[in-house]
């Protein structure tokens, strides 16, 4: 069974760090692609950034390029995120998702139940 | 602004038939395929339909997709109480060199 568990959320001041985990199991983590998409409260789904099987290429959307970094351990089948100079507009709940091939284009076969993320004073 | 246009909401009675379209352009639907997501309430996003109309397995084929042009359709017949939810379209777009969603469509089941 395919499971997504994501972790390092919480509640941070603007301007600060933050680094997100994501830990894969049930499939072979190196043959797949994988992404970060966020859903603000109330809100629609934003991708954020995803990431090749083997990390040779990576995308970011407009809104998070130069402060988050995308990156994964194949040996520790894990993805992470790792968000600098958080802003109020950060707020909101991180999925880790699995693309269904090798390659950033296609689409998100199984996600994660989310990490929180509030970036608040 | 989302860069797919989906109508905000769609609701119909069961058994009927819904659809919901998603608009876009000649950088993302109008070059590549298109998928669309489920969210029922309280949950996580789940794939419903990808590369314009291919159902993954375990998906009823109640579910059917369409592309024609910049442009792409969700359809739901035979509608049922636990289709309501948040459905969203998405696609590749290579301008912005990643994948865009539509804004979702809530469906209501009257």
């Known amino acids: 069974e395919v499971q997504l568990v994501e972790s390092g959320g919480g509640l941070v001041q603007p301007g600060r760090s933050l680094r997100l985990s994501c830990a894969a199991s049930?499939?072979?983590?190196?043959?797949?692609?994988m992404h970060w998409v966020r859903q603000a409260p109330g809100k629609g789904l934003e991708w954020v950034s995803g990431i090749s099987w083997n990390s040779g290429s990576t995308g970011y959307a407009d809104s998070v390029k130069g402060r988050f970094t995308i990156s994964r351990d194949n040996a520790k089948n894990s993805q992470y995120l790792q968000m600098k100079s958080l802003r109020a507009e950060d707020t909101a709940l991180y999925y880790c998702?699995?693309?269904?091939?090798?390659?950033?284009?296609?689409?998100?076969?199984?996600w994660g139940q989310g990490t929180l993320v509030t970036v608040s004073s | 602004q989302s860069v797919l246009t989906q109508p905000p909401s769609a609701s119909g009675t069961p058994g009927q038939r819904v659809t919901i379209s998603c608009s876009g352009d000649s950088s993302n639907i109008g070059r590549n395929t298109v998928n669309w997501y489920q969210q029922l309430p309280g949950t996580a996003p789940k794939l419903l339909i990808y590369?314009?109309?291919q159902r993954p397995s375990g998906v009823p084929d109640r579910f059917s997709g369409s592309k024609s042009g910049t442009s792409a359709s969700l359809a739901i017949s035979g509608l049922q109480s636990e289709d309501e939810a948040d459905y969203y379209c998405?696609?590749?777009?290579?301008?912005?060199?990643?994948?865009?969603f539509g804004g979702g469509t809530k469906l209501t089941v009257l």
């Open positions: 998405a696609a590749w777009d290579d301008r912005l060199n990643g994948p865009v």
């Open positions: 049930g499939f072979t983590f190196d043959d797949y692609a």
């Open positions: 590369s314009n109309d």
């Open positions: 998702a699995k693309a269904t091939s090798v390659s950033v284009w296609e689409p998100f076969d199984y």
